[in-house]
């Protein structure tokens, strides 16, 4: 969700078996996926689930632990490091994609601060009320 706010780029996050069924029916060549695969029972999967998608003719990004053999199996890998506890990944290994976003956004000439609020759209749509309701 934090690459898209940031980018204006659609992305969407899913288990590897929602994917599976029914998303990746819409992958096509040269678009990116990126897997997250921490340590535990469905690192296998998602490892074949990269080279799978990769077959199809998609990027893979893949995020594992450093040894994994996932690793192998993307076209980028961000290799993590050992030992991080398997119930502490989620905030570890999707922590550098809020980053991503951020630079990638300023890499496209976008405002990660405001998002698309400077839009004269956006600006009169009222949504920046609505924020403040939060």
């Given at each position: 969700?934090?690459?898209?706010?940031?980018?204006?780029?659609?992305?969407?996050?899913?288990?590897?078996?929602e994917y599976m069924h029914g998303?990746?029916?819409?992958?096509?060549?040269?678009?990116?996926?990126?897997?997250?695969?921490?340590?535990?029972?469905?690192?296998?999967?998602?490892?074949?689930?990269?080279r799978a998608v990769r077959r199809i003719g998609a990027k893979?990004?893949?995020?594992?632990?450093?040894?994994?053999?996932?690793?192998?199996?993307?076209?980028?890998?961000?290799?993590?490091?050992?030992?991080?506890?398997?119930?502490?990944?989620?905030?570890?290994?999707?922590?550098?994609?809020?980053?991503?976003?951020?630079?990638?956004?300023?890499?496209?000439?976008?405002?990660?601060?405001?998002?698309?609020?400077?839009?004269?759209?956006?600006?009169?749509?009222?949504?920046?009320?609505?924020?403040?309701?939060?």
């Amino acid at each position: 969700m934090g690459v898209t706010q940031v980018t204006g780029r659609p992305a969407a996050g899913y288990t590897v078996d929602e994917y599976m069924h029914g998303p990746v029916q819409s992958l096509s060549r040269g678009q990116c996926v990126v897997a997250i695969a921490p340590p535990g029972p469905f690192q296998t999967k998602i490892g074949g689930f990269a080279r799978a998608v990769r077959r199809i003719g998609a990027k893979v990004m893949m995020v594992a632990p450093e040894g994994s053999e996932a690793l192998k199996e993307a076209d980028v890998s961000i290799a993590m490091p050992g030992g991080i506890p398997e119930v502490l990944t989620p905030v570890l290994y999707c922590a550098p994609f809020w980053l991503l976003g951020y630079y990638f956004s300023l890499f496209y000439g976008l405002d990660p601060d405001n998002l698309s609020m400077d839009q004269p759209a956006f600006k009169t749509s009222g949504l920046a009320e609505l924020k403040k309701l939060d």
